[in-house]
């Protein structure tokens, strides 16, 4: 990408954009991404900065009102965050739901995401996450009732739906924003769709006609040419960022602040998280998390089969932090685009 390009692209995401009641300075944003955006990532990604919001992994709303912040796997957070973190929560009651946001907005938090757009089967068979998308008028009482009930920012995050139906995907939006949304996530791709056909940007620039509330674009971002491109084709406000963001977690800083990356940032980085995760989690969940993190990271490398197998193989943290030791003693190459056999 020539520097006339990475500092348009620059110039667009570095400009603030007002959602609801709040306005947040930079329009490139971390997706929400369930086992992955945990605390201790957020705080790794928080040491680059560069970045308009941070969004928590997805939380049941039947738990958050009783959950405790310091015990819990999932709605944990720094309270250093609060100002630019929203709270993503998953459910398929409205009441529950309208309950969950209450906690989360006397909490602290920037605003609250509803998640319809994960097709994990585990979560659908709840009827929950993009199994809501299945009954609109549902899914459209959710983000009333949420609405409702707080007065901070409301966004959803959804797919184009079960079958690929634009005018779906685009009557949703008004639906949306109807009943009161402050601003979309939307990633063009079926539900059952996880990642095996590439996400139809087009379907973000229908979208983003159908509404007057801010859009952000999602999928297959993996470089500032991606970027650029998503922006300019489909008018979407800002782009939200998943999987790369794991891979590289100094990207947005890289994309909205020109940081250089050296060559020993990727193990740095890597290293920097097993710390992190050890300090806010245990040691079995901070190593699950740090496998899990393993798969994506290891998409950057030419050879990063090796490293991933390294990692899982690991029995404890001590483990992982050495088997990442041995493979960069190897000096490996990275690669311009990562691997999509680890993004599938």
């Known amino acids: 990408m020539t520097r006339i390009m990475k500092t348009e692209l620059a110039d667009i995401l570095n400009q603030p954009l007002a959602i609801g009641s709040r306005t947040i300075q930079k329009r490139l944003v971390m997706a929400p991404m369930a086992f992955l955006g945990n605390v201790a990532f957020r705080e790794l990604v928080e040491q680059f900065g560069g970045y308009g919001l941070l969004f928590s992994e997805m939380c049941s709303a039947k738990r958050i009102p009783q959950e405790n912040?310091?015990?819990?796997?999932?709605?944990?957070?720094?309270?250093?965050?609060?100002?630019?973190l929203v709270c993503q929560i998953f459910g398929a009651d409205p009441d529950r739901m309208a309950l969950a946001a209450r906690r989360v907005e006397a909490e602290g938090f920037l605003g609250v995401d509803i998640n319809f757009g994960c097709s994990d089967i585990t979560i659908c068979r709840q009827n929950c996450g993009a199994a809501i998308l299945n009954t609109p008028v549902l899914a459209a009482k959710i983000v009333s009732q949420v609405?409702?009930?707080?007065?901070?920012?409301v966004f959803v995050k959804y797919r184009t739906g079960w079958q690929d139906q634009p005018r779906w995907a685009v009557e949703m939006a008004r639906r949306f924003e109807d009943?009161?949304?402050d601003a979309l996530t939307f990633h063009p791709r079926v539900a059952p769709d996880r990642r095996s056909r590439p996400p139809k940007w087009e379907y973000i620039g229908r979208v983003k006609q159908a509404v007057s509330i801010p859009v952000f674009g999602n999928g297959n971002v993996f470089d500032q040419t991606d970027c650029l491109?998503?922006?300019?084709?489909?008018?979407?406000?800002g782009v939200a960022i998943g999987r790369m963001a794991i891979a590289r977690p100094w990207l947005f800083a890289e994309w909205t602040m020109g940081y250089q990356s050296k060559d020993d940032l990727y193990l740095d980085c890597a290293l920097r998280l097993a710390d992190l995760l050890e300090t806010h989690f245990n040691a079995s969940?901070?190593?699950?998390?740090?496998k899990r993190f393993g798969y994506y990271y290891s998409a950057s490398f030419k050879f990063g089969h090796t490293l991933y197998r390294a990692i899982q193989s690991a029995e404890n943290m001590i483990g992982a932090k050495h088997a990442l030791q041995l493979f960069f003693e190897r000096r490996p190459e990275t690669v311009a685009r990562p691997n999509l056999n680890f993004f599938s």
């Open 285 to 290: 969940q901070a190593l699950r998390r740090f």
């Open 147 to 153: 609405r409702k009930a707080i007065s901070i920012p």
């Open 229 to 237: 491109k998503m922006l300019l084709t489909t008018g979407c406000d």
């Open 69 to 84: 912040r310091y015990r819990s796997t999932y709605f944990r957070w720094r309270d250093a965050e609060l100002s630019r």
């Open 179 to 181: 009943v009161g949304a």
